[in-house]
């Protein structure tokens, strides 16, 4: 059974709720992805931002990224995936919360990411094919 923690990106490294839109797209240019975690001051996950809410909910609306709190972006709840729960877990959640990406959990602590291309080169064709339909659809 391929489990999440074979299939994610490990290294995940969080934006602080206490840092800014702008240190998210730092993060997210040095590293090279799309989105990252948030995390609280009790180093819990507290939800992830994109590179797409950044521009949506702060520079489409004049706000500016170097002052808005990245805290501000998170969600109500953080969907995860624990790091030994199955890849058929993995696209279950991926596809009932219609995420693009998931954080893996390990213990209450953020141990890695699952992005839809890590999906698509670790499991078969089909299964990747499934997935980005469901994710594709309204």
Do not use: W, Y
């Amino acid at each position: 059974m391929t489990t999440a923690r074979e299939i994610m990106t490990s290294g995940a490294e969080c934006v602080a709720t206490d840092q800014t839109a702008a240190d998210a797209a730092r993060l997210m240019a040095q590293h090279g992805t799309g989105a990252v975690p948030i995390c609280g001051p009790d180093n819990k996950l507290k939800g992830v931002v994109t590179d797409r809410d950044i521009t949506v909910k702060v520079v489409a609306q004049g706000r500016d990224a170097g002052t808005f709190p990245a805290g501000d972006l998170n969600q109500a709840q953080a969907v995860t995936i624990g790091a030994d729960d199955s890849a058929d877990e993995v696209l279950a959640t991926m596809t009932q919360h219609k995420v693009r990406r998931l954080p893996v959990i390990d213990d209450e602590r953020l141990v890695g990411m699952i992005s839809i291309a890590d999906v698509a080169h670790a499991l078969p064709n089909a299964t990747t094919g499934e997935l980005v339909a469901a994710l594709s659809t309204g």
